[in-house]
């Protein structure tokens, strides 16, 4: 089945890089997803990558998979105190009855510190 | 464009009464979804469907939980009677197609249960 789990908390100083990992465990997920949740707002779609990249870029965002290990990251460049947030990785698989579905991990507190 | 609406925001409920919610998907999204996010935990998905069809409610609480999407738009979702631990965050969020595309889901800003 699937599983996905990153590490709970993550702090940075304003101006460094954070990177944010996620390991999943279904090799079928087609693509992974970062989405942000900042307090009492919903999801916020990030980036996504296709399973069959390694890297992709988009501004300060670069996303890491290594599909071997079924590993995944996500770097925030110039980290600023509007990236305090929660991140949440989530990898996409097929349902049996046709379709796709999402499955998140327990997401990734970043606290962004002066 | 206008994103995922959810109504109400927040909701405060006795055990064992009812309560619904309203989802709007994005314009021309086919498929749409209810996420019930308990506190300190990632989204976890309740039903999926595809226009008025349900393609996954596998992990619904048949027994308290409903949903429909009637004419393949608007969508609610019904708990009765509540217990404690639905108390929550539930989430809707629609994509273009459920099928081999990028198929992104777009999230509304949820509906805050708190069951006493």
């Known amino acids: 089945g699937e599983d996905v789990e990153q590490s709970l908390f993550l702090s940075v100083r304003e101006g460094d890089s954070s990177v944010i990992n996620c390991t999943y465990t279904?090799?079928?997920?087609?693509?992974l997803y970062w989405y942000k949740q900042e307090p009492g707002a919903g999801l916020q779609l990030l980036t996504y990558i296709f399973s069959n990249m390694d890297m992709k870029q988009d501004q300060r965002l670069t996303v890491l998979l290594n599909k071997k290990d079924k590993h995944l990251s996500l770097r925030i460049a110039d980290t600023q105190t509007g990236d305090s947030a929660i991140y949440f990785c989530?990898?996409?698989?097929?349902?049996?009855?046709?379709?796709?579905?999402?499955?998140f991990g327990t997401g990734t507190q970043l606290k962004v510190e002066l | 464009e206008a994103g995922v609406a959810q109504s109400p925001r927040y909701k405060i409920i006795e055990k064992r009464q009812s309560v619904a919610f309203w989802c709007n998907p994005i314009s021309g999204h086919a498929t749409l979804y209810w996420y019930q996010q308990i506190l300190g935990q990632g989204p976890k998905l309740l039903i999926q469907?595809?226009?008025?069809?349900?393609?996954?409610d596998s992990q619904l609480p048949k027994d308290r939980f409903s949903a429909e999407r009637l004419k393949g738009v608007d969508s609610t979702l019904k708990i009765q009677p509540a217990k404690l631990e639905d108390s929550a965050v539930y989430l809707c969020?629609?994509?273009?197609?459920?099928?081999?595309?990028?198929?992104?889901?777009?999230f509304g800003p949820g509906t805050r249960l708190t069951v006493l």
């Open positions: 469907f595809q226009n008025n069809g349900v393609v996954d």
């Open positions: 969020a629609s994509s273009f197609s459920g099928g081999a595309d990028t198929d992104t889901q777009y």
């Open positions: 989530a990898e996409r698989t097929g349902l049996t009855g046709g379709g796709n579905k999402l499955t």
């Open positions: 279904d090799s079928s997920s087609t693509y």
